[in-house]
């Protein structure tokens, strides 16, 4: 009597594409918010190069312990869920990297240009007397 062997197929490799977050720049002048992070992201992926997206925080955030209130921003996107999805039906696995020790927040040259100022000097002092 012979033993069949069912039919194994190894399932291919799972292939990644990585999301990698560098930091975060405020923004002193108005920078109109990316419409869809999706988007956005699709066409980092396709051109292999890195992009910015921008959004506007609408009130002051609590102090953050991790980096899931970017998840969650990332999830209201729409067409970054369909995008997500998109690539997981092509086989591929979307990862979002940030760096170990959290995303370092920066000012944005704008930001520098305005503290340097007149009228940001004088902010800087009425900011620093009320502290008295």
Excluded: C, W
């Amino acid at each position: 009597m012979k033993k069949s062997k069912k039919n194994l197929k190894k399932s291919d490799p799972v292939k990644y594409k990585v999301i990698q977050l560098t930091d975060i720049q405020l923004h002193t002048s108005l920078k109109r918010p990316t419409p869809s992070f999706g988007k956005k992201v699709r066409q980092a992926f396709e051109s292999n190069t890195p992009r910015r997206v921008y959004n506007s925080i609408s009130k002051p955030l609590s102090e953050q312990h991790d980096n899931s209130f970017i998840l969650e921003m990332l999830k209201l996107d729409p067409d970054f869920v369909k995008m997500v999805q998109e690539e997981e039906a092509k086989g591929y696995k979307v990862l979002i990297k940030m760096p170990g020790e959290g995303l370092p927040i920066f000012p944005g040259e704008d930001t520098t240009e305005f503290i340097n100022s007149k009228n940001g000097k004088r902010i800087l002092r009425k900011l620093d007397s009320n502290k008295k």
